[in-house]
């Protein structure tokens, strides 16, 4: 429906009592009190497609249908200064003044707070009297007329959902296995399962701890492995874990020697000074890692190797806890709960890039579907009170509705909940489109 440009509707009604009509206020801390709201809260006249029976006696019940809403403003007062007595009552006179199109009406009346109609104001009394002079005119009307007759929450509410998209799923990891043997991974037992080139010193008694004193700057501790010379065996690809105590306690670097097959050097891998540990992928050629502290600088004092730790990947794939499902996929479906007891019109959004969108009531099957692409950044706006399609904000697209789509003034919400579902021509699935849909409860 037409709006003309005003302020936000409602944005003056703060308390019981009030009542707005465009930008013009009423009621408590106003100049305009009132007695009576009539057909604020009457049922409308409705319009019945009952037929009597002609063979029977009583009636075969029809569809009813509201007429418009006529909303009186009874026992209207006007008060103030006598000096400014025109000037209030000539704001109300604009105000009200005939007009094409429909503004908002805003009237709170109780606890349950306020709710919006849209109406023009017909008729308008303002007694001349003695009160111009007194500065207080009583006996007052308006009568306001909404040829939609519903009334509706002031708070628009919004669904929004993207074109269906698969969730990746469970991601499953490569599992690693621990290859230190126990006591080197605890630090204590032989003293050969660690070497070194005579700096640092490796001392220890083969069954308790094993200490290490580094004597100058890049003093390297070398793990020793059972396999050999150069480590433990790895393939190309495979992921690598070193962890060191020692590294951390001591700022000293971890670092991760590759060799190949042949025992020739392939590359290092070396953490920053302190780090705990270091994970790094085997190159190209590593046939062997080896697990190396090296030293930033010398120590006054041995100090322990301490716990360690060499994880290498198996190649296998293992659920880890706690499982990761990936980024949630879309659905498609969103739902719109109608609060009120009467049907509401919905306005619907559908963003592109998207081919052929539609939106589905999938209670009843009801469809609003439209045979044409949008680009990204095109909006095809449905207004389904209005029963118009427009893109861009200008465009109409009401053709383009394919043959399965209802009429767009027949899709509506009734109070409850809606399940809705969008989708698209199939091969349209960009997940940056999306539909929108805008509604307000509504009430009789």
Request: aromatic letters at 8%; charged letters at 15%; proline letters at 9%.
């Given at each position: 429906?037409?709006?003309?440009?005003?302020?936000?509707?409602?944005?003056?009604?703060?308390?019981?009592?009030?009542?707005?009509?465009?930008?013009?206020?009423?009621?408590?801390?106003?100049?305009?009190?009132?007695?009576?709201?009539?057909?604020?809260?009457?049922?409308?006249?409705?319009?019945?497609?009952?037929?009597?029976?002609?063979?029977?006696?009583?009636?075969?019940?029809?569809?009813?249908?509201?007429?418009?809403?006529?909303?009186?403003?009874?026992?209207?007062v006007v008060r103030a200064p006598r000096a400014q007595i025109g000037e209030v009552v000539g704001?109300?006179?604009?105000?009200?003044?005939?007009?094409?199109?429909?503004?908002?009406?805003?009237?709170?009346?109780?606890?349950?707070?306020?709710?919006?109609?849209?109406?023009?104001?017909?008729?308008?009394?303002?007694?001349?009297?003695?009160?111009?002079?007194?500065?207080?005119?009583?006996?007052?009307?308006?009568?306001?007329?909404?040829?939609?007759?519903?009334?509706?929450?002031?708070?628009?509410?919004?669904?929004?959902?993207?074109?269906?998209?698969?969730?990746?799923?469970?991601?499953?990891?490569?599992?690693?296995?621990?290859?230190?043997?126990?006591?080197?991974?605890?630090?204590?037992?032989?003293?050969?399962?660690?070497?070194?080139?005579?700096?640092?010193?490796?001392?220890?008694?083969?069954?308790?701890?094993?200490?290490?004193?580094?004597?100058?700057?890049?003093?390297?501790?070398?793990?020793?492995?059972?396999?050999?010379?150069?480590?433990?065996?790895?393939?190309?690809?495979?992921?690598?874990?070193?962890?060191?105590?020692?590294?951390?306690?001591?700022?000293?670097?971890?670092?991760?020697?590759?060799?190949?097959?042949?025992?020739?050097?392939?590359?290092?891998?070396?953490?920053?000074?302190?780090?705990?540990?270091?994970?790094?992928?085997?190159?190209?050629?590593?046939?062997?890692?080896?697990?190396?502290?090296?030293?930033?600088?010398?120590?006054?004092?041995?100090?322990?190797?301490?716990?360690?730790?060499?994880?290498?990947?198996?190649?296998?794939?293992?659920?880890?806890?706690?499982?990761?499902?990936?980024?949630?996929?879309?659905?498609?479906?969103?739902?719109?709960?109608?609060?009120?007891?009467?049907?509401?019109?919905?306005?619907?959004?559908?963003r592109g890039p998207v081919t052929m969108p539609s939106l589905t009531n999938t209670a009843t099957?009801?469809?609003?579907?439209?045979?044409?692409?949008?680009?990204?950044?095109?909006?095809?706006?449905?207004?389904?009170?209005?029963?118009?399609?427009?893109?861009?904000?200008?465009?109409?697209?009401?053709?383009?509705?394919?043959?399965?789509?209802?009429?767009?003034?027949?899709?509506?919400?009734?109070?409850?909940?809606?399940?809705?579902?969008?989708?698209?021509?199939?091969?349209?699935?960009?997940?940056?489109?999306?539909?929108?849909?805008?509604?307000?409860?509504?009430?009789?």
């Amino acid at each position: 429906m037409p709006v003309a440009t005003l302020g936000a509707a409602g944005a003056l009604v703060t308390e019981p009592g009030h009542v707005q009509y465009g930008d013009l206020l009423l009621g408590p801390g106003t100049p305009y009190r009132w007695r009576t709201l009539t057909g604020w809260g009457d049922l409308p006249p409705l319009d019945s497609g009952t037929v009597q029976r002609a063979d029977a006696h009583g009636a075969y019940p029809g569809l009813l249908l509201a007429q418009s809403r006529t909303v009186g403003v009874d026992g209207l007062v006007v008060r103030a200064p006598r000096a400014q007595i025109g000037e209030v009552v000539g704001r109300l006179e604009a105000a009200t003044a005939p007009r094409v199109d429909e503004i908002p009406l805003v009237a709170w009346v109780d606890e349950r707070g306020p709710l919006l109609t849209y109406a023009r104001a017909t008729r308008r009394a303002i007694p001349t009297t003695t009160g111009y002079r007194l500065g207080t005119i009583v006996g007052g009307a308006i009568e306001f007329v909404a040829t939609d007759p519903r009334r509706y929450a002031l708070a628009e509410q919004a669904a929004t959902a993207t074109l269906p998209v698969s969730e990746a799923g469970l991601a499953w990891d490569s599992a690693e296995a621990e290859v230190l043997p126990a006591g080197q991974a605890a630090g204590v037992g032989e003293v050969w399962r660690w070497w070194s080139d005579g700096d640092p010193v490796i001392t220890g008694d083969n069954v308790g701890p094993v200490s290490v004193r580094p004597l100058a700057e890049g003093a390297e501790l070398v793990w020793a492995s059972p396999h050999g010379d150069y480590g433990w065996p790895v393939t190309p690809g495979r992921t690598v874990t070193f962890a060191s105590q020692l590294a951390a306690e001591q700022g000293a670097m971890t670092t991760l020697r590759w060799w190949d097959a042949t025992g020739q050097h392939v590359a290092d891998d070396t953490s920053t000074p302190g780090a705990a540990s270091l994970t790094a992928t085997a190159p190209a050629g590593a046939a062997w890692a080896q697990p190396v502290v090296l030293f930033t600088a010398a120590l006054p004092a041995a100090v322990p190797v301490g716990t360690s730790s060499l994880r290498i990947s198996t190649g296998a794939g293992v659920l880890a806890w706690p499982l990761n499902f990936g980024t949630p996929g879309s659905t498609g479906r969103l739902s719109v709960v109608n609060p009120g007891s009467a049907d509401t019109h919905p306005v619907v959004e559908f963003r592109g890039p998207v081919t052929m969108p539609s939106l589905t009531n999938t209670a009843t099957g009801d469809v609003l579907e439209y045979d044409l692409p949008l680009a990204a950044g095109d909006v095809l706006v449905v207004d389904t009170l209005a029963g118009t399609v427009t893109l861009n904000g200008t465009a109409s697209r009401l053709y383009s509705a394919s043959t399965r789509s209802v009429p767009e003034q027949t899709f509506t919400f009734p109070p409850g909940t809606t399940p809705l579902m969008f989708r698209a021509a199939p091969g349209s699935n960009d997940p940056a489109a999306s539909v929108v849909v805008r509604y307000r409860a509504a009430y009789w």
